[in-house]
């Protein structure tokens, strides 16, 4: 038995479609603009240009179904995104041999303190409290790629309380799931556990206190999450 010096913190642990078993989350990697009709609503041009990454935390990932509204801020948006779950990593992935590391996929959400990422933005500072606060990230369950395969293309959408604000396709990514897994393998160590959120389609906007937002991937299902 290890003797922990203060409280160890608790691991994050995600359900998996068909199993008992849980994924362990071990990092959390976001990629901005990857969706070229998001990126103009953002004032950016869509032109390929490099890709760029931010990080949530691990325990950022909540798969309750609830995402308590964060303090500090007074514009909260959605941003529906695929998640793409690692079973195994490395440096320097191929991009021929990138989608053998993905175990699975699920429906996120990348929420996030709009006005304060703004500011940031505009000071030229880091994103965190625009994006890596408590339960930003609400989270499906996952689909294993023996369940539903790679996901490449088909219908992205998310409303709130009934009314569709975001629809795309997953066909319509700037960066695709194996471009970014090679990508990031340049800049980091890649390993079982890591987490990409894959980014957002157009229409990101605010929610409110006892909104519900219905989350719909094709082929990965359907889930709401209530805003309290
Ligand atoms: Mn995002």
């Known amino acids: 038995m290890t003797d922990f010096a203060i409280t160890e913190p608790a691991a994050v642990h995600l359900p998996v479609a068909g199993t008992d078993a849980v994924f362990p989350v071990r990092r959390v990697y976001c990629i901005g603009r990857n969706y070229a ?126 009314d569709i604000k975001q629809q795309g396709d997953l066909n319509q990514m700037i960066w695709k799931v194996p471009e970014m897994i090679a990508y990031l393998s340049e800049y980091f160590t890649l390993d079982a556990g890591d987490v990409i959120l894959s980014g957002t389609p157009a229409g990101v906007g605010p929610v409110k206190r006892g909104d519900v937002m219905q989350v719909a991937i094709e082929g990965l299902g359907l889930m709401e999450v209530s805003v309290v």
């Open 37 to 162: 009709a998001h990126a103009i609503e953002m004032g950016h041009d869509p032109d390929r240009e490099p890709p760029f990454f931010f990080q949530k935390n691990p325990n950022n990932l909540d798969p309750s179904g609830e995402f308590p509204y964060p303090p500090k801020s007074s514009d909260v948006h959605y941003e529906i995104e695929m998640a793409v779950m690692l079973k195994s990593g490395g440096d320097n992935i191929p991009l021929d041999h990138a989608l053998e590391h993905i175990f699975g996929y699920a429906l996120s959400l990348d929420m996030t303190r709009r006005d304060l990422q703004g500011e940031q933005k505009a000071m030229g500072r880091p994103w965190e409290i625009g994006k890596a606060f408590e339960r930003s990230a609400p989270v499906g369950i996952i689909h294993t790629v023996e369940s539903v395969g790679h996901p490449e293309s088909g219908q992205i959408e998310l409303s709130v309380n009934g």
